[in-house]
């Protein structure tokens, strides 16, 4: 089998998977249904109950669902082949805590409660933070770098996640409505909270696949990278550019949803090699997957009540960080 039948098969593998797991989405829940029920409720027949939990509550998260997956698993493969750093987090540059900082301002001193608010202000926190970052890390000699921009958005990310939390616990009623969001979850989101963000998700997912050869040539390093022609300046600011719209996406979405930007590259890496092109393509159809099938466990583990997705990704994503340090470790011997 060649190398692009594979691939081919891979991806189509991955889009049946993304399928099932979408169906799963619209029929799993508190109020379970047939596939035959849902299927009726999206022609618009069957019950006035059964219609609206599908094409009013489930049809509008699981597309919420898809969008944040698909910024996630974009931005974790810019991120990690920016920062050569196989164990990057989109979180890294310090975007997620950025946002929730800028959700924990308008909440505690703005009076903001609405989750379409929330979009707004997560995304103008997520653009800041990043500056900020771009400008620490460009300080002193030289270009940026990225462990210096690596760097800068840990210590920025730190400092803005423990204002957030000390905004928090100094007015715990006002921050009833940012509890759930800030849990990563996908509950109550609707196409209210999601279209005016579509296109943010859309450029940055543009820039994305524009700038994915040069991601190439830049893996090789700076030198290697100039020597093949590529703009590294150029590259790096439109890897920062797109990493902070798609960061900004998913987290004013669905809140920080940790680890599927760490996960789903590494799965695309390991199964269809090292080519950044593929990658990302790859990344673009797992991401949501693993986002979707997080939210449907979290519909039933504790059922009736929900676990946010965010929780679901983290209690997976931990150990597979934790194997992946100790093979990095056990490689370096």
Do not use: K
Not at 7 to 12: D, F, N, P, T
Not at 229 to 258: D, E, F, H, M, Q
Not at 271 to 293: C, E, N, Y
Not at 300 to 319: D, Y
């Amino acid at each position: 089998m060649t190398a692009s039948t594979r691939y081919a098969a891979g991806v189509a593998a991955l889009l049946c998977a993304l399928a099932l797991v979408l169906v799963l989405s619209l029929a799993v829940g508190a109020n379970p249904l047939s596939p035959g029920v849902v299927l009726d409720a999206l022609r618009g027949g069957g019950d006035a109950q059964a219609h609206y939990v599908v094409v009013g509550l489930r049809v509008p998260r699981t597309v919420t669902g898809i969008a944040a997956g698909v910024a996630l698993g974009i931005a974790g493969t810019l991120i990690q082949a920016f920062t050569r750093n196989p164990l990057a987090d989109p979180g890294i540059l310090g975007v997620n805590a950025g946002a929730a900082f800028a959700v924990a301002v308008g909440v505690a001193f703005l009076g903001v409660r609405d989750i379409a608010a929330f979009v707004w202000l997560a995304f103008l926190g997520a653009l800041v933070v990043t500056l900020a970052v771009y400008v620490i890390g460009s300080s002193g000699r030289g270009a940026a770098d990225p462990i210096r921009l690596t760097l800068a958005g840990v210590a920025l990310g730190a400092v803005f996640s423990g204002i957030t939390t000390g905004l928090a616990l100094s007015n715990p009623d006002a921050f009833d409505a940012m509890r759930g969001w800030n849990a990563g979850s996908l509950l109550g989101r609707d196409f209210g909270v999601l279209l005016p963000v579509v296109p943010f998700l859309v450029a940055g997912a543009v820039i994305a696949v524009l700038v994915a050869p040069g991601l190439n040539a830049l893996a090789l390093g700076d030198d290697v990278a100039r020597a093949q022609g590529a703009n590294v300046r150029g590259i790096r600011v439109a890897v920062i550019v797109a990493v902070t719209l798609l960061c900004g996406t998913a987290t004013a979405l669905a809140g920080p949803i940790s680890f599927v930007g760490l996960m789903v590259p590494h799965v695309a890496r390991r199964l269809f090699g090292v080519d950044q092109r593929v990658i990302l393509v790859v990344s673009m159809v797992l991401a949501p997957t693993v986002v979707l099938l997080a939210d449907v466990i979290g519909r039933v583990l504790i059922a009736p009540a929900e676990m946010p997705v965010g929780i679901v990704t983290a209690f997976v994503g931990a150990p597979v960080l934790i194997a992946l340090a100790r093979r990095a470790r056990a490689g370096a011997r």
